[in-house]
């Protein structure tokens, strides 16, 4: 027997979109050490987003249980929502920090324990001249994350889009040259 089209699909498709049909699952499989960068240059404004399995940043996959574990939390969550020196853009660029956030499902009520969790964090920059962008250091980023073995980036810029892996001990994110 056919099966029926839902009705969201074909409203997706009249769209022209794709439809979402796995809504819930992560966009990326979690791996330790393996971190999803989406960098994106939408006319001065440089967004970067981070996606890693809670383990590469916090050394643990749960809420923090012992007086030591909320530290490691606090620090790296403190770490990831005020500092600009995780990324450092292209000089060239003339990026300034802006903002930045980090959260985990894993510190909220109600998160399960003995499930993976990924820690979810953005960092904004303004750019005097983000046609120079070509290049982020994640120096810092790696410096105070040592379990982050590997980066997987997706570049989004006027310029076009592209997909780099920076793996250690590589430090530099280049693209587009
Ligand atoms: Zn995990």
Known sequence: MKKLTPWWVISALALGVAPV???GTPAHAHVHGAVQLDIALDGPTLTITLEAPLDSVFGFEHAPRTAAEKKTAQDALATLRTSGTLFVPDAAAGCTFKSATADSEALHPGAKA???ADLDASAEFTCAKP???RRIDLGGLLDRFPRVQRLQAQIVTAQGQFKQTLQR????LTWGR
Do not use: K
């Open 169 to 172: 001990p590589a430090r530099v």
């Open 114 to 116: 003995g499930e993976h």
């Open 131 to 133: 046609e120079q962008l």
């Open 21 to 23: 049909l796995a809504a």
